[in-house]
């Protein structure tokens, strides 16, 4: 119900956008988030917007180069990512959780989890 796109290769410096489209029932209800998980460390949140996308979280490793976005009617949340970093390197994920915040978002407590997408900076 969550289809992750957008990801590829990059040199460093460069720019991707991350989309997530939900689908099967509506997500403007849900808080919407984007994990990474790369080679041997742990899922981290990178990025999160409440239901209405007034409130917004990011890790402090993307703030100032990263912003998240959502289009309710679309039903698609994005991640604009500038300034990529070789560290920036893993597979992103989308996430739908309802009833928690969005600095309190934990890969554990996810109620919907989109397939993984690529990103790869290169140096």
């Known amino acids: 119900q969550l289809q992750a796109s957008g990801g590829g290769l990059v040199q460093a410096g460069g720019s991707l956008r991350l989309s997530c489209a939900a689908s099967?029932?509506?997500?403007?209800?849900?808080?919407m988030g984007w994990f990474r998980q790369a080679p041997g460390k742990e899922r981290e949140l990178v990025a999160a917007i409440s239901r209405g996308g007034l409130n917004k979280y990011y890790a402090d490793s993307v703030k100032g180069r990263f912003t998240i976005s959502r289009d309710s009617a679309e039903n698609t949340v994005f991640l604009q990512m500038n300034s990529l970093k070789p560290e920036d390197t893993a597979v992103y994920y989308c996430?739908?959780?309802?009833?928690?915040?969005?600095?309190?978002?934990?890969?554990?407590?996810?109620?919907?989890w989109g397939e993984g997408t690529q990103v790869t900076v290169s140096s």
């Open positions: 099967g029932r509506t997500f403007s209800i849900y808080v």
């Open positions: 996430a739908a959780v309802k009833g928690v915040a969005t600095n309190n978002m934990s890969p554990s407590g996810m109620d919907y």
